[in-house]
């Protein structure tokens, strides 16, 4: 058995699908963290064969949208006095704001400052689309 820390305040995203790991703390920027970011990956996991988990032991502002379209089915943990003070599932987001680019070069969202918003058209394949061309696009996530 894995022995995983606890820590007193921060994050701590579970339920990471193997290999994701990475990916998800690449898009979070966690490498610009000052405080302490630890990424364990392929940990034994019951239900999952296996796990990647991130715990963020410091104050930081998660952008869930950005974990849910990186990281579906992954739980963010909120940790204060080295307890769970919130618990949250997260999924594919149903819409998006300013996580996504329109790949339509045509776009307003290319050509001025506004919210790119993108809203879930499918999700298997993983399918947004933009809210102003309504451009469809695939998500990267495979």
Do not use: W
Not at 25 to 33: D, F, G, S, V, W
Not at 65 to 76: C, F, N, R
Request: proline share 4%; aromatic share 4%.
């Amino acid at each position: 058995m894995i022995n995983v820390s606890k820590i007193r305040k921060g994050i701590v995203i579970d339920h990471i699908k193997a290999g994701d790991g990475i990916k998800l703390y690449r898009a979070l920027n966690l490498e610009k963290i000052q405080g302490v970011v630890v990424l364990m990956a392929g940990i034994p996991s019951e239900k999952m064969g296996k796990k990647d988990l991130i715990k963020i032991e410091t104050d930081f502002d998660l952008n869930t949208d950005l974990v849910g379209l990186v990281a579906p089915s992954s739980t963010v943990n909120m940790i204060e006095d080295g307890r769970v003070s919130k618990k949250e599932k997260i999924c594919l987001p149903k819409k998006i704001k300013g996580v996504l680019t329109c790949i339509n070069p045509a776009c307003v969202t290319n050509h001025q400052d506004v919210d790119k918003l993108f809203e879930l058209e499918s999700e298997d394949p993983v399918r947004y689309r933009c809210c102003y061309c309504d451009q469809v696009m695939r998500s990267d996530r495979g």
